[in-house]
């Protein structure tokens, strides 16, 4: 059950008043998400979700809130955050930071087809443009820095092979980073986290992105690639379903065109995707929070879409 800040319908009464929104009729706990209390709320104005941020502070989440807000009012389907009435979208609630936000039609598509696929890369196209003028600034805070930090506190937990493939990985990545066509790819804001969890859909329509809560400014193409690795695999081997890929980038270039200097770099592109959540799973594996309550996800996912995309040329990004 991820309501970790337990709140009743009695305390919103008072603190609900400061947003446009009436009066609070419903509140109701939703049970998945590992990161943040989060609530369907319903008031007199309709359906929203209610979020208590749990680990971001006041300092980080206007970045997500007001990202969010930037890409709705540019027509990109996105929770849209509401404001209370000093023009603020995060606001304390039991001394945490909270936000409300509007509630997306669907539910999560688990078992993508191209169609899916399809949908998501058009989309993401079109979240890249429409943030490119976005003016905050927060890089990307799982990036390489954070994999320099992270690398030294997992290694201790690794056996030998596991090591030396980080130990590899690492080096191969820094030296990518600071090649010339890294330097040339376009960038902005992403979400970075585009996995089939935080998509909703209805039929083969997508009805929105959302948990924005790990975007940062980022090459393009490190979205694209975080996305390809969750939505176009085979789940158990991790090798990339060409039908599905194929589908994902063309719709992809349709709306924003690749450049040749993502060409060049799709595959260590890949690589760093599946090397950020692998590391990020062994750390909450091997170093949970104190107050982490529920199950973490699997590392040996990622470690093994890793070594697949090592042994495995993947599919050009275009066709040039
Ligand atoms: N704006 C929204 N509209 C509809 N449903 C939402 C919205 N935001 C969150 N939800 C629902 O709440 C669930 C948990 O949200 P979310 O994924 O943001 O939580 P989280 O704690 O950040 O978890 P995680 O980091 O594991 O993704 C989602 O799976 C979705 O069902
Ligand atoms: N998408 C991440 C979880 C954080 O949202 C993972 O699968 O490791």
Redesign the pocket.
């Known amino acids: 059950m991820a309501v970790f800040t337990a709140v009743g319908l009695g305390e919103l009464t008072q603190w609900i008043k400061q947003f446009p929104l009436g009066n609070a009729l419903a509140l109701r706990g939703i049970a998945s998400g590992?990161?943040n209390s989060n609530f369907f709320l319903t008031t007199e104005r309709g359906e929203y979700v209610l979020t208590i941020f749990e680990n971001l502070g006041f300092d980080q989440l206007p970045f997500y809130l007001n990202l969010m807000n930037h890409l709705a009012l540019r027509g990109i389907p996105v929770p849209a955050p509401v404001a209370n009435d000093r023009g603020e979208l995060v606001v304390p609630l039991q001394g945490k930071p909270a936000a409300i936000v509007s509630k997306l039609d669907g539910s999560s598509q688990m078992d993508p087809q191209p169609a899916h696929c399809a949908a998501v890369g058009a989309m993401l196209a079109k979240m890249h443009v429409a943030g490119s003028d976005f003016p905050m600034q927060q890089s990307n805070l799982r990036g390489l820095d954070w994999w320099n930090e992270t690398t030294p506190a997992v290694l201790p937990y690794l056996d030998d092979a596991d090591a030396h493939l980080l130990r590899a990985e690492m080096h191969f990545q820094q030296a990518f980073h600071g090649c010339a066509h890294y330097a040339a790819l376009p960038r902005g804001p992403i979400h970075a986290?585009l996995?089939r969890?935080?998509v909703m859909f209805v039929g083969e329509q997508l009805t929105g992105f959302f948990?924005f809560y790990?975007a940062g400014c980022d090459t393009w193409l490190f979205d694209v690639a975080v996305t390809v690795n969750d939505w176009c695999i085979d789940p158990d081997s991790g090798v990339i379903d060409r039908a599905r890929a194929r589908a994902m980038l063309d719709a992809y270039h349709a709306e924003r065109p690749f450049t040749h200097d993502e060409q060049a770099s799709w595959q260590p592109m890949l690589r760093a995707a599946a090397l950020r959540?692998w590391l990020?799973?062994l750390y909450d594996f091997h170093l949970p929070r104190e107050a982490e309550m529920l199950t973490p996800?699997d590392p040996t996912h990622f470690e093994r879409i890793l070594r697949e995309r090592l042994a495995t040329p993947a599919p050009e990004l275009f066709h040039e």
């Open positions: 590992i990161e986290d996995f969890n935080n948990d790990f959540f990020s799973r996800h």
